[in-house]
């Protein structure tokens, strides 16, 4: 029984932890880069099956570009503002300049994952880019997940997305790489999982860059432990 405790408390310890890579002189590239930018996250749904089959291909894909934008913009508010407190050893790109590159190029975002790194940190004129991965993952029962998120419209811009009620999400996993124009080996890596037993009711009074909100709403916690890490920080 004691060992049983033991690794309930050792599974909910790892749950919220943080993962650093680097690789062999990163930290010299590091500190040779003056500019990088953010690109629009990479977002993914691991839903049960029962509500994947909810979704048609069209509304997942819109529903993935909507908070690929909404989540980029969120990072990148967050760096700025840290960035008022305390200095970076680079500039950040504003994320308008960079989706209005990626626009003017014709790089869609059905299409942005599949290219080199190293050519859109050139196209965008940047050193370097962060390439933000996140996966939002239903790990526990259907019938608690229906329960905890009841179904519901949500007005979100211009539209109702009804289907919004339906992402009862628990858990979130996020990985940002950093990218050298140079090469297409990442030289630093940030991953970390959080669980939430609490689930947020979707609410029309958020804003746009907040659009995660309503699936997660501890987007905040992760970004602490992203921006603890951040390789470009003065010490």
């Known amino acids: 029984m004691k060992t049983l405790l033991h690794c309930v408390i050792l599974s909910l310890l790892l749950a919220g932890c943080s993962t650093i890579n680097s690789t062999t002189g990163s930290q010299a590239k590091i500190k040779s880069h003056k500019t990088i930018a953010i690109l629009p996250f990479d977002v993914r749904f691991d839903l049960r099956n029962k509500n994947r089959k909810k979704f048609s291909e069209e509304e997942l894909a819109d529903v993935r570009h909507f908070m690929a934008l909404g ?49 859109l940190a050139k196209m965008l004129d940047v050193d370097a880019v962060l390439t933000p991965n996140v996966i939002f993952a239903q790990p526990n029962s259907e019938a608690a997940s229906m329960l905890a998120m009841p179904l519901g419209a949500v007005p979100l811009g211009s539209g109702t997305v009804s289907f919004y009620g339906r992402l009862a999400t628990q858990q979130m996993k996020m990985q940002i790489l950093l990218t050298d124009r140079e090469s297409e080996i990442s030289i630093w890596t940030f991953q970390t999982k959080t669980n939430n037993s609490r689930l947020t009711k979707p609410s029309a009074s958020r804003q746009k860059e907040n659009i995660l909100y309503p699936l997660f709403d501890n987007i905040d916690e992760t970004l602490i432990k992203f921006i603890r890490n951040f390789p470009y920080k003065e010490f």
């Open 71 to 119: 989540l980029q913009q969120y990072l990148y508010n967050w760096l700025k503002n840290y960035g008022r407190k305390k200095t970076f050893t680079v500039a950040i790109q504003n994320v308008d300049i960079t989706d209005s590159i990626l626009t003017e190029k014709k790089i869609s975002y059905a299409v942005l994952y599949n290219m080199s790194r190293t050519e």
